[in-house]
């Protein structure tokens, strides 16, 4: 077996430092895409939740709306109603009548 020479050494650390530092690149970019992963996974969930949020702030304004007229309703029949009593009232008020003997 012949004996190796300082530049078959050479390569073969060269080739080992090659290897290593692949190994370390592909270790980077494999964790990378797992923090991707669970990154936009994240995202989705904070996504979800917003449009959950959304749809309930519609219902909400949908029942605020239906209050908001129901009490306009409301006010124009009090409204109404005052003024109806307030008219009745006046029919049945009595006028000043003279009550003095005479």
């Known amino acids: 077996?012949?004996?190796?020479?300082?530049?078959?050494?050479v390569v073969e650390a060269g080739k080992f430092w090659e290897t290593q530092?692949?190994?370390?690149?592909?270790q980077k970019i494999q964790s990378e895409?797992?923090?991707?992963?669970?990154?936009?996974q994240?995202?989705?969930?904070?996504?979800?939740?917003?449009?959950?949020?959304?749809?309930?702030?519609?219902?909400?304004?949908q029942e605020l709306d239906?209050?908001?007229?129901?009490?306009?309703?409301?006010?124009?029949r009090l409204s109404t109603g005052s003024a109806?009593?307030?008219r009745d009232a006046r029919e049945f008020e009595v006028d000043d009548f003279d009550l003095s003997i005479p």
């Open 66 to 76: 239906s209050s908001r007229a129901t009490n306009l309703q409301l006010e124009k």
């Open 1 to 9: 077996m012949p004996t190796r020479s300082i530049t078959d050494y």
């Open 42 to 61: 994240a995202i989705s969930k904070i996504r979800a939740r917003i449009e959950e949020a959304r749809k309930e702030l519609r219902s909400l304004k």
């Open 84 to 86: 109806d009593a307030l």
């Open 21 to 26: 530092t692949l190994n370390t690149y592909w």
């Open 33 to 40: 895409e797992r923090d991707m992963a669970r990154r936009n």
